[in-house]
């Protein structure tokens, strides 16, 4: 039976990445053999997609220069809906391989993309922005280390002007990170590869973390025959939009396309202009607050509690707020130093009542976590700014007293 559910994340996802939705969509069954694919067969949409031909719009950093970015474009293919297989755990030690079908038969979403990307920085940015906009959907929660979200990567390399070479795929890449580093690696292995007079085969790889590179799990010279056929359990899908919709209709019985669309939330693009618009802040300091989940709905928390301008709360939540974060590998919906607190200490630096050292001094007192506010701790340390003029020249004169032999 199919999941309404997983299609209206799809439409929804589609719509984001400017698809086209297709009001008919057919699904097939895909025969093949392998441990994880209990039923000896996958549920795809080989021949009508749900959505296609698309666009995602990424940002890059040139010369990782967070001043100087560029915005490139890939194209998507199309989107489809899957039945996902199980896992396989490879034992090296004890030369075996263990199954997981937990998740078999779960829906899958596909995003397939146009090979636009020339380097592993861009397939990651990309997919960096991808996994923002379905986290903003909520069409997944996409922690790549969880699983909910992976990525094969096809890579072949050719002169300029010539056609595509051989490619090769990288399945399963569970880290952004290890996307950037496979891509590259696979790029520069393939090249030397063939300056050495040698020949790419068409075949499925894997990356290995630990080593740097990516290994061979299984070639595909000869062409596999899927045997494809439509899906006998599953009629073709109908989708509507306002001006398709029968009168006498139950709107909960069908997917309208147009109320879907009417309903799309913020997407990051859009919630980096306002933010730079709103808060008057650098283009590039929009993306790094996006990039760290929950990092934005925190700065807008102190902005709002605390009298610093909000450039200038920027600065301590990207330099010393995110050095504290990675120093103890915490996310911001972990950290000890809440909102609240943050926006104290800031306007007692605001207000001149201690200095911008001393903050950061009290930022560290903090992260301990004992439950002191940023006043207390000032006041415990005797950390204040002096402001009484009397008071310093009656200091300045016990120094210059005591200096008096000298």
């Known amino acids: 039976v199919l999941n309404r559910r997983c299609v209206e994340a799809a439409v929804m996802t589609g719509l984001a990445l400017k698809c086209s939705i297709n009001k008919k969509s057919l699904f097939d069954r895909k025969h093949y053999f392998y441990a994880d694919l209990p039923a000896g067969y996958q549920i795809t949409q080989q021949r ?11 940002s890059l950093c040139i010369d990782n220069k967070m001043s100087q970015m560029v915005t490139k474009t890939v194209r998507i293919k199309q989107i489809q809906l899957e039945q996902d297989s199980g896992k396989s755990l490879h034992d090296d030690t004890r030369s075996q391989t263990l199954v997981d079908l937990n998740r ?9 993309m146009e090979p636009d990307m020339c380097c592993g920085e861009e397939a990651a940015a990309a997919v960096r922005e991808l996994q923002l906009i379905l986290q903003t959907l909520g069409s997944s929660q996409a922690v790549m280390a969880e699983g909910q979200l992976r990525v094969d ?8 002007g010539e056609p595509y070479g051989v490619r090769t795929e990288v399945k399963n890449i569970n880290s952004i990170r290890f996307l950037a580093k496979a891509v590259d690696y696979e790029i520069q292995r393939q090249i030397e590869e063939l300056e050495n007079g040698g020949t790419i085969l068409n075949e499925t790889r894997a990356f290995d973390s630990k080593l740097g590179c990516t290994v061979p799990m299984r070639d595909k010279e000869g062409k ?15 989708l509507y939009d306002a001006k398709s919709l029968p009168a006498n209709m139950n709107h909960q019985q069908v ?13 990051p693009s859009v919630k980096r202009e306002k933010l730079v618009e709103q808060y008057e802040i650098l283009p590039e300091h929009s993306f790094a607050l996006l990039n760290e989940d929950g990092l934005a709905e925190f ?5 709002k509690q605390t009298q ?14 995110l050095s504290h974060l990675k120093q103890h590998s915490l996310t911001v919906k972990e950290s000890p130093v809440s909102s609240f607190l943050l926006a104290d200490l800031l306007n007692l630096l605001e207000k001149k009542e201690i200095s911008s050292t001393v903050a950061k001094r009290v930022l560290a007192e903090l992260w301990k976590g004992e ?7 000032v006041k415990e340390q005797k950390l204040e700014l002096l402001q009484d003029q009397k008071e310093l020249e009656q200091i300045c004169q016990a120094v210059i007293d005591g200096q008096e032999n000298e």
């Open 104 to 112: 078999a038969g779960v829906g899958l979403m596909e995003v397939v």
């Open 255 to 267: 997917i309208n396309i147009d109320w879907i669309h009417e309903r799309l939330p913020d997407l």
């Open 308 to 321: 610093m301008k909000p450039k200038k709360v920027i600065g301590w939540i990207l330099n010393d707020l």
């Open 153 to 160: 990567a096809n890579v072949s390399v050719h002169h300029p």
């Open 299 to 303: 700065f807008e928390s102190v902005v």
């Open 224 to 238: 596999q025959d899927y045997r494809f056929m439509p899906e006998p359990n599953l009629p073709p899908l109908i």
């Open 48 to 58: 009508v997609p749900i959505a296609v031909n698309g666009s995602l719009s990424y």
């Open 371 to 377: 439950g002191k506010t940023p006043l207390e701790i």
